[in-house]
């Protein structure tokens, strides 16, 4: 049974920083891209950051570039978003999702996996 955990979301402060964490279980993890996605009350899913496998290459939303950073440990099974300079338009709850797509896409419907959710909240 494959399994994916958030953790590390909480509330925060404008530009403040939080770091969440996706531990997978039940895949062999190495195999998989990782992506993070985030959904705003009343919006649509949105993509946030995707990492390759072998963690080679990242890919990030405008919104988000050059403020958060994804990385991976494959030792740990975990996937991790590092979140600085937040915003209160960050302000959503954060899943990761696992893709056998090499390349990871930027549409929700292409991720088999997916965790329970994490919620981050910016106050301005």
């Known amino acids: 049974q494959v399994q994916l955990v958030e953790s590390g979301g909480g509330l925060v402060q404008a530009g403040g920083s939080l770091r969440l964490s996706c531990a997978a279980s039940?895949?062999?993890?190495?195999?998989?891209?990782m992506a993070w996605f985030r959904q705003a009350p009343g919006k649509e899913r949105e993509f946030v950051a995707a990492?390759?496998?072998?963690?080679?290459?990242?890919y990030y939303a405008d919104s988000v570039k050059g403020r958060f950073t994804i990385s991976r440990d494959n030792a740990k099974n975990t996937v991790y978003l590092q979140m600085n300079s937040l915003k209160s338009e960050d302000t959503a709850v954060y899943y990761c999702?696992?893709?056998?797509?090499?390349?990871?896409?930027?549409?929700?419907?292409?991720?088999?996996?997916w965790g329970q959710g994490s919620q981050v909240t910016v106050s301005s």
């Open positions: 039940g895949v062999t993890f190495s195999n998989w891209a």
């Open positions: 990492i390759r496998w072998s963690g080679g290459m990242t």
């Open positions: 999702a696992a893709t056998a797509v090499v390349a990871p896409p930027q549409v929700a419907s292409w991720y088999d996996y």
